[in-house]
């Protein structure tokens, strides 16, 4: 099993930059690919970004895509999100996911329903 903790997440002007973390407890977190997902009140999860067990594959959202980077340490068990050019339309609540059932294909999810483990989810807010 492996406990997954968001942090970074706040309130920021459009055009402005937040960092998300995403902390594993496993001591095999390094064997779990990792997505990003999104949630704005009254609308379903959507995914945002993902990067395999290795970091040598990731995928953004087209959305998101040339504005946020996926990114991992596995050394310090840890992914990131980096997201710059914030605009409104990104407020949500920002979820991490892992799940191990991959490892050891290098490869990516992007579907909810293929992840088993959930963070407890960060908010970001962007004031236009």
């Known amino acids: 099993q492996v406990q997954l903790v968001e942090s970074g997440g706040g309130l920021v002007q459009a055009g402005g930059s937040l960092r998300l973390s995403c902390a594993g407890s496993?001591?095999?977190?390094?064997?779990?690919?990792v997505g990003w997902f999104r949630q704005a009140p009254g609308q379903e999860r959507e995914f945002v970004a993902a990067i395999s067990w290795s970091g040598g594959r990731t995928l953004h959202a087209d959305s998101v895509k040339g504005r946020f980077t996926i990114s991992r340490v596995n050394a310090r068990n840890t992914v990131y999100l980096q997201m710059n050019s914030l605009k409104p339309e990104d407020t949500a609540v920002y979820y991490c996911?892992?799940?191990?059932?991959?490892?050891?294909?290098?490869?990516?999810?992007?579907?909810?329903?293929?992840?088993?483990?959930w963070g407890q989810g960060t908010q970001v807010t962007v004031s236009s």
């Open positions: 496993a001591r095999t977190f390094s064997r779990y690919g």
């Open positions: 996911a892992a799940d191990s059932k991959m490892y050891p294909v290098d490869t990516i999810v992007v579907v909810p329903t293929d992840y088993t483990y």
